[in-house]
């Protein structure tokens, strides 16, 4: 009887704790259909801030930028961040805790500490040899920074969960490095390279405090462009951009959902 | 015979040793290039002096640490030392106040059915898909003057008519807890999965009272859980730049907004450095605290992030 109210009063706790963790997203998606200039007051549906970014040219660019920045930065993190995690599989019996500490520091710092190091570096390499001018390049290279070792990590724990004696069967299957690579190794660590790859993507286009610093004046990404408009006062349309980036989450939330029930059976 | 033998294993030692360079370097020099020099720079620029347009200079001097310390050219203010205790101040109000809502809310969902867990982890998880300046926007639309929140508290007393619950230390709170929330279930739900239930029949067989039996065999048990949730709340939550910077206003300010502001507007490199200087101190005994308690509990592997 008592473990029921305590079970009950979980339940009511759990429903309220789920309405703190959407209401603001739930607020900002009702106002961007409210017809009325007003964060307070709704006055009636309408499509106008929608039909507004449309038209806005600097709205359009910014999310190019993420999009430029998000894709090519996880390629190159992929690439790079599968090397080292292969790497620390195949030689994790020697003594790699130098390896360790270099991967675990862009994960453990600070994003400030990370963004104001690299905008300093790279505005004193522009002074000095011109290259390295803050704009796209300079956010490619920092947000490849923060992802290589979440790409390291997924891809070495794929390894380490496989079977050893698969690999003497590949090295008794094909005779050179490359074809045991080509046919062996991309193939069983697919999966992982698949969710490396979002991985990097969603923290590439979630991530803000680092574009912020690292940005030109022409690389604004979407979040940098929403946190400009917040700072010269709020505009209704930034909740119309701010639903279609919750959308998107949201559709990223069904697609793991799936992928993940798939997996199961 | 053991000349060649040698040789082979020489060989092949120079093979591995070539494998190891080629794929782990390329990585290790792009984060070596990419954030230790960076890193190691920004550390330097705190021990320089502040030149014209706040930009690093030589001499040498530890100027920037006593502007930290606050004092300036009209003598001492204590306007950063208020900063840093604020930062410290927010940093264990959120974590406490988000520990407290995680803890149950991790134990809700191991009692609930199998097949409902993940999409239930998956709920909690997915705001902190979006980015943070939309989340917190969100909050500021919620807090703002004239919505039913402000209106609430305007009706009990507690702020001016007219006024919005942002920027004030109560909304900069809030945002932490909203956003940090999901870093804490994440753990504690790894560890109460894995409670040994035996342990907690055996109290209440022993005929433990509930709160004996809660404190004794499974608090215990999700210590690690909490202890990891919690390096992966405070570290972030105490150099935190969105939140304060959107909901706190002037009087908000946290440590974050302190060291940001030196490299943009009134730029001040050395200063801001020495700031970063003393963020990366906290993280690093923030760390190594953690790793110590969790080493002592036994359950040091969940501690690691």
Known sequence: MKKRTLQRGLGVFWWLTLVFLYLPLVVVMVFSFNSANSAAHFTGISLRWYRRLLGNEEILSAFANSMVLAITSSVIALVIGCLIGYGMYRHRHRKLGWLIVLIYLPIVLPDIVFGISEMTFFVQIHRLTGILQPGIETMIIAHVTFQIPFVALIVYSRFVGLDPSLFEAAKDLYASPWQRALHFMLPTIKPALLSAFFLSFTLSIDDFVISFFTAGPESATLPIYIWGAIKKGVSPEINAIATLMIGAVAIAAVLSLIFSYRRQR | ?305
């Not at chain 2, 409670?195 to 499974?218: E, K």
């Open chain 2, 1 to 305: 015979m053991a000349e060649t033998s040698m040789a082979l294993r020489s060989r092949a030692l120079v093979a591995e040793s070539r494998h190891l360079l080629f794929t782990v370097a390329p990585g290790a020099i792009w984060i070596f290039v990419f954030l230790v020099l960076p890193s190691a720079y920004l550390m330097g620029v705190a021990f320089m002096t502040t030149g014209p347009y706040g930009l690093p200079e030589m001499p040498l001097s530890l100027d920037s640490f006593r502007r930290l310390a606050g004092f300036g050219f009209l003598g001492w203010s204590p306007g950063n030392l208020y900063t840093l205790l604020r930062s410290l101040w927010q940093t264990l109000v959120s974590t406490a106040l988000v520990v407290v809502i995680a803890y149950p809310i991790a134990y809700y969902i191991t009692t609930c059915r199998e097949k409902w867990r993940p999409i239930m982890l998956l709920v909690v998880v997915v705001p902190s898909w979006t980015n943070q300046v939309i989340r917190t926007f969100g909050w500021m639309n919620l807090l703002a003057p004239g919505t039913p929140l402000a209106g609430l508290a305007e009706s009990v007393g507690l702020i001016n008519p007219n006024m919005g619950l942002y920027p004030s230390n109560f909304a900069v709170t809030l945002g932490l807890v909203y956003n940090f929330l999901p870093f804490m279930v994440l753990p504690l739900y790894a560890a109460f999965e894995k409670l040994d239930t035996a342990q907690v029949q055996a109290a209440q067989d022993l005929y433990a009272s509930p709160v004996r039996a809660f404190w004794h065999a499974v608090f215990p048990q999700t210590l690690p859980g909490l202890l990891a949730g919690t390096v992966l709340v405070a570290i972030p939550a105490f150099g935190m730049y969105v939140i304060p910077e959107l909901l706190g206003g002037g009087k908000g300010m946290m440590l974050g907004n302190l060291v940001a502001n030196q490299f943009a507007g009134s730029a001040n490199w050395p200063l801001g450095a020495a700031g970063a200087i003393l963020m990366l101190i906290a993280t690093f005994i923030g760390l190594f605290a953690m790793r110590r308690v969790g080493k002592r509990l036994g359950g040091g592997e969940e501690v690691v992030i």
